[in-house]
């Protein structure tokens, strides 16, 4: 999906800049490269994933409070 800028935006702002919507256009142009730059930011403070090889199927637990005991409400 191309964030950059939409076509669509692109259009209303050039075809609607002569109207009174155009400051409206406008700011609504800008808010959505504001939130371009958020999500670009956010996606780029990710940490890199580690990959880690599937050795099979893993034991299920047998001891302790986690993964042993199935709560049932009727």
């Given amino acids: 999906m191309d964030v950059t800028s939409s076509s669509l935006v692109t259009q209303a702002a050039t075809s609607a800049a002569q109207g009174p919507m155009a400051a409206q256009i406008l700011t609504l142009r800008k808010?959505?490269?504001l939130q371009q730059q958020g999500a670009l930011a956010l996606l780029q403070?990710?940490?890199a994933p580690t990959s880690t090889p599937a050795t099979g199927p893993q034991p299920l637990a047998r001891e302790g409070?986690?993964?042993?005991?199935?709560?049932?409400?009727v």
């Fill in 65 to 73: 409070t986690l993964g042993t005991r199935l709560n049932v409400m």
């Fill in 31 to 33: 808010a959505l490269q």
């Fill in 45 to 47: 403070a990710l940490p």
